[in-house]
């Protein structure tokens, strides 16, 4: 082993009050943190806890009116309905530490060559409106900021989450040096796609094979098309047969298969890669905290051996 991952958490991201039936897995974070501690996939010295991000920072990619908004609490009830959370000082507190721990994620990774945040993946978040529990668009946030620092001159987001990032599309479209590629469910949410860069669209039922197929065959020509300097990575796990919110069949190997292959692509063409662990919606906790493990498992076998 050469290095511990290096990986970012910051104890807020689990710190929220919800109603009881609320479908968002929030205690998600804490259990995959305690897990990944007591089974070795990562190490307390390799953590990095993000700072809450900079309201500027927010300003350059969102409408600064919805921003300061979203901060006071003072959106109107439906657009706070559309992005699905109840409004909650918590929930400002949670927000900005999580879109700045994917910021710190990727400049991890481009020292590194890869890191992981345990949490992140707001891919529905637009310039001006939130949605399906995306508030900020962290992705597009830390794309730009990567860019902005000098990091990177191109960067490529690979969005695995079963739902199409339909806010990533979208604000991807204002900056030439971002592209988006989005490998999800053709029927489910949002209703209304929008047009990423690259679109892979799948359906109902899709299981391990033909997914991975497409992983292994999408990723080396996107590489070989943009030449990116970063990637980062969606790697939600409501790809799964059992998620309250997929509709695809793919296992818990499957899962495995496909983190193993992007990181593996990623690290055999040299390019640093932040992955984030997205969408995943179980009631059963240990399964989920089982699903999202495997990214862990994943970059222990390939990233930190060769």
Known sequence: MSTA????????YSQLALPRTHRFPTTKYQ?????AIAHQLLFEPSRHIPSAINIEALHDVHCPEYVNQFIS????????????????????????????????CTQLALAQGFAVHLTGGYHHA?????????????????????????????????????????GTATLAQQYPDIVSCSIH?????PSRKQHSDHDIDLNKGCSDPEYLEHIQQILPYLIRLHQPDLII???????????????????NQGILARDTQVISIAKSH????????????SRNEAELTHRHSQLLIAANKVWLYK
């Open 5 to 12: 991952i290096p990986f970012v958490y910051h104890a807020s």
């Open 31 to 35: 259990l995959l943190y305690q897990h």
């Open 73 to 104: 609490g003072t959106l109107d009830h439906k657009a706070q309905r559309r992005i699905g959370f109840p409004w909650s000082k918590q929930l400002v507190n949670r927000t900005l530490h999580a879109v700045n721990g994917t910021v710190l």
């Open 126 to 166: 637009h310039y001006d409106f939130g949605s399906g529990f995306c508030i900020f668009n962290d992705l597009i946030i830390a794309a730009k900021t990567a860019i902005n620092s000098g990091g990177a001159d191109k960067v490529l987001i690979f969005d695995c989450d079963v739902h199409q990032g339909d």
């Open 185 to 189: 469910c053709a029927q489910n949410f």
């Open 233 to 251: 990575y969606d790697a939600g796990v409501d790809i799964h047969q059992d998620d309250d919110l997929g509709y695809f069949n793919i296992s």
């Open 270 to 281: 040299n390019i640093p890669l932040a992955a984030v662990i997205g969408g995943g919606y």
